[in-house]
């Protein structure tokens, strides 16, 4: 079979405005990007308010391996299944970062047959929404510096400053840095874009004003006598807000097979929030019958904030959930012994979770071509076993046709009520929130606080932010926060070493084990395989 780049690059494709009339957009509200590109004004959420809701269906997986277990693919499978059964369907997913795409997972485009297009442009610099908030961020950084350089009027001691550079790439020489800007010098460091608090604000905000508003609410460090210093008080958050005025337009392109999709917003999951945009997806509900979308890694992490943070904060009640699993996870998680069986306590812990939030859900399995028939029959053996609804997926090859007994599976959970709730209440102190995400979610015995957390915890909660809910950074590989302990691990602790609060955002992050928000590259990253020839002809890009 071709590779990714190759059948995207052998699809024909629709003329965006074609794509955009068959979803339902006026004319007026399509802001093209070129021939297969456009921006969503943000008029159309006007338009849509009152308009009977679609169907929102949530993608999500069990724990992952490195390369991902197809969870886009399914996504992009699934809303084209759906169209195959003759609902109308919308797709919204995250943009990719470079990160990833130049290091070893790839891009967030989907593969095989259930691609969007054009997936080498969304895979690279897309219509320019990482840098647009790359930009705003670093704006906001040198503001802050160039305050305290010109008198600091505020009074920001310099040692209290949490505001970091970021950039969209991988680069661990980044991690810590010394800034000297002739005054004074201070340790500080880059993250990666997708984690910087400006993406959360973009992919929570719904109008311009709101997201000016936020983005004056980010704090980006504290006076000599302990009071947050915010964007607000640099007067930085207009010009932000200029800067960011595209990127707050939802990017619609399509599917390999001419459905429309959102591609907008690139949060990770493991250290922000790891959904796509709340206007994209709010948009994409009011134009269609069935919404599918994802959030990262496993239902540990993206499922958890999605319908803690995402679903909260927009006021989205989701329909269906679907988990993906693959016989290389599980085979995975069964540790050293590769054992299919064992594996299984892993993905029954993660269909236990989805329960806790009183959603209906359906295992996929992403089938590949090294499985085996055996494999297959044991996971629905599994499944049937434990009354768990499962269908076998195969939309990398197939495309949506693959799909379709998913896509009648999710159609049949989304007539059954939806008995969505969160899974704790935001009046909850601090730290009761954080060990029922870790006791309920994870499994975990009890949670260990550093000291320094300990200490950030009741800053916080004296400032006036311990109602925010949390947003926990923590390894996508385990259950736990150690990335070695696999499948089901029983009788650990999660340990919580730093906090730091997002008013912008409006949740608090909460940073487990080793996380790092600036990720580093493999020892072979994908970017040694890419190259463009003379005639523009992009190889290597998957």
Request: a neutral charge.
């Amino acid at each position: 079979m071709k590779s990714d780049i190759e059948i995207a690059q052998a699809a024909k494709m629709k003329p965006i405005e074609a794509i955009a009339k068959e979803a339902g957009f006026k004319p007026e509200e399509v802001e093209l990007h070129g021939k297969y590109k456009a921006k969503i004004k943000l008029s159309v959420e006007k338009r849509l308010k009152g308009k009977k809701q679609g169907k929102l269906i949530l993608v999500t997986t069990m724990t992952p391996t490195k390369c991902g277990e197809g969870k886009t693919t399914i996504t992009i499978g699934l809303g084209q299944a759906l169209r195959k059964i003759k609902k109308k369907s919308f797709i919204c997913i995250r943009e990719p970062s470079l990160g990833p795409v130049m290091g070893l997972k790839g891009g967030a485009a989907g593969g095989g047959y259930s691609q969007v297009l054009p997936m080498d442009e969304i895979n690279l610099h897309f219509i320019g929404d990482m840098h647009y908030i790359t930009a705003a961020h670093n704006l906001l950084a040198a503001l802050v510096d160039n305050h305290i350089y010109q008198g600091n009027e505020l009074g920001i001691d310099p040692g209290s400053i949490v505001w970091n550079r970021c950039m969209d790439m991988n680069d661990r020489a980044l991690r810590k840095i010394t800034i000297d800007n002739g005054e004074y010098q201070r340790v500080s460091s880059f993250d990666i874009t997708a984690a910087s608090e400006v993406m959360a604000v973009v992919c929570l905000s719904m109008t311009l004003d709101e997201m000016k508003k936020r983005l004056g609410e980010i704090i980006v460090g504290y006076t000599y006598s302990g009071e947050p210093v915010t964007a607000d008080d640099l007067k930085a958050q207009g010009a932000m807000t200029l800067l960011l005025k595209e990127a707050l337009q939802p990017n619609l392109v399509q599917t390999i097979e001419g459905g429309p999709a959102f591609v907008h917003g690139g949060p990770f999951a493991n250290i922000a929030h790891g959904c796509n945009t709340l206007i994209a997806t709010k948009v994409a509900l009011g134009m269609a019958d069935y919404v599918v979308t994802e959030a990262g890694f496993g239902a540990d992490l993206g499922a958890e904030k999605f319908f803690d943070i995402k679903c909260r904060q927009g006021e989205l009640t989701p329909n269906a959930v679907v988990i993906v699993v693959t016989t290389k996870a599980l085979k995975h998680q069964g540790e050293k012994e590769q054992s299919l069986a064992k594996g299984f306590d892993n993905l029954k812990k993660h269909c236990e979770s989805i329960t806790l939030f009183g959603i209906p859900f359906v295992v996929a399995i992403n089938k590949t071509t090294s499985d085996t028939k055996e494999e297959i029959a044991a996971i629905e053996k599994w499944c049937h076993e434990h009354k768990i609804p499962v269908e076998v997926v195969d939309v990398w090859e197939r495309g949506g046709i693959g799909g379709v007994g998913l896509a009648k599976k999710v159609v049949e959970l989304c007539n059954k009520p939806s008995h969505f709730k969160p899974l704790y209440q935001l009046d909850l102190l601090i730290k009761e929130k954080i060990k029922t995400i870790a006791q309920k979610i994870y499994g975990a015995k009890d949670v260990v606080f550093a000291q320094e957390a300990e200490d950030k915890i009741a800053e916080i909660e004296e400032i006036g932010y311990g109602h925010l809910p949390i947003c926990m950074a923590k390894t996508n590989f385990s259950l736990t926060d150690d990335p070695n302990l696999l499948g089901r691990p029983k009788d650990f602790t999660i340990t919580v070493r730093d906090l730091k609060v997002q008013a912008g955002a409006g949740f608090i992050v909460a940073y487990t084990g080793k996380i790092m928000t600036m990720p580093g590259l493999p020892k072979h990253p994908a970017a040694e395989n890419m190259d463009i020839t003379e005639d523009g002809k992009i190889v290597g890009l998957f």
